[in-house]
């Protein structure tokens, strides 16, 4: 049984660097059949997807986001992390990580997600 626990600042500043970690627990994050995604929600707003990593490393992003999204890994601590750069108070959201499918390509897992608000 997958467990996910997204952490990190709840507040950031604008032109600054969200950074968030996502924990993850019953399963390995390299292991083969699963990938794990990075999604927000701004308050009002639907889902948006940010961006994927394989258990290989491969990472994708949403285009609109591509430019300042980095998703890496810990393997060692079976951790997950997003890094949003310049962040404008349009960032503010919840942030959650989730597992997916490899083969169905449906999601799994999530975690309880995080509020992060961009405010000077």
């Known amino acids: 049984q997958v467990q996910l626990q997204e952490s990190g600042p709840g507040l950031v500043k604008p032109s600054q660097t969200l950074s968030l970690t996502c924990t993850v627990s019953?399963?390995?994050?390299?292991?083969?059949?699963?990938?794990w995604i990075w999604i927000r929600q701004p308050p009002g707003k639907g889902l948006e997807w940010m961006g994927v990593?394989?258990?290989?490393?491969?990472?994708a992003y949403s285009p609109s986001l591509k430019s300042r999204t980095s998703i890496s890994r810990d393997t060692s601590k079976n951790q997950l992390a997003l890094h949003l750069s310049s962040v404008t108070p349009e960032d503010t959201a919840v942030y959650y990580c989730?597992?997916?499918?490899?083969?169905?390509?449906?999601?799994?897992?999530w975690g309880q997600g995080t509020q992060v608000t961009v405010s000077s």
């Open positions: 019953g399963d390995s994050i390299t292991t083969s059949g699963y990938y």
């Open positions: 989730a597992e997916g499918y490899t083969n169905t390509d449906e999601y799994g897992c």
């Open positions: 990593i394989h258990p290989g490393g491969y990472t």
